[in-house]
């Protein structure tokens, strides 16, 4: 079992910043990769990035990958997702996931997410 808790959610305005942080601890060695998704109000959880533990391999979704920049602190079992140029569309609950495959898009662990508010 992997467990992860994100932090570092909360409200921004428009254009501002936030750093989001999942720490992971059990049997993080057993997990491949970490990715971080979100679901806003009404929607389905969509993609946001993705970081391999070896390698520091990465992988953004479109709309995100010239604003959010995801990397990991293997010492600390930490990983963190760096948001800029933040937007009031990026408002959503945002979840931390870790993988034991090579798919991006399929999880073993979630964490319980955490807000990130947007203001216009």
């Known amino acids: 079992q992997v467990q992860l808790v994100e932090s570092g959610g909360g409200l921004v305005q428009a254009g501002g910043s936030l750093r989001l942080s999942c720490a992971a601890s059990g049997r993080t060695f057993s997990s491949y990769g970490m990715g971080w998704f979100r679901q806003a109000p009404g929607k389905e959880r969509e993609f946001v990035a993705t970081?391999?533990?070896?390698?520091?391999?990465?992988v953004y979704a479109e709309h995100v990958k010239d604003r959010f920049t995801i990397s990991g602190n293997n010492a600390k079992n930490t990983v963190y997702l760096q948001m800029n140029s933040l937007k009031p569309e990026d408002t959503a609950v945002y979840y931390c996931a870790a993988r034991h495959g090579t798919s991006i898009y399929e999880y073993d662990y979630w964490g319980q997410g955490t807000q990130v508010t947007v203001s216009s």
């Open positions: 970081i391999t533990w070896r390698g520091s391999r990465t």
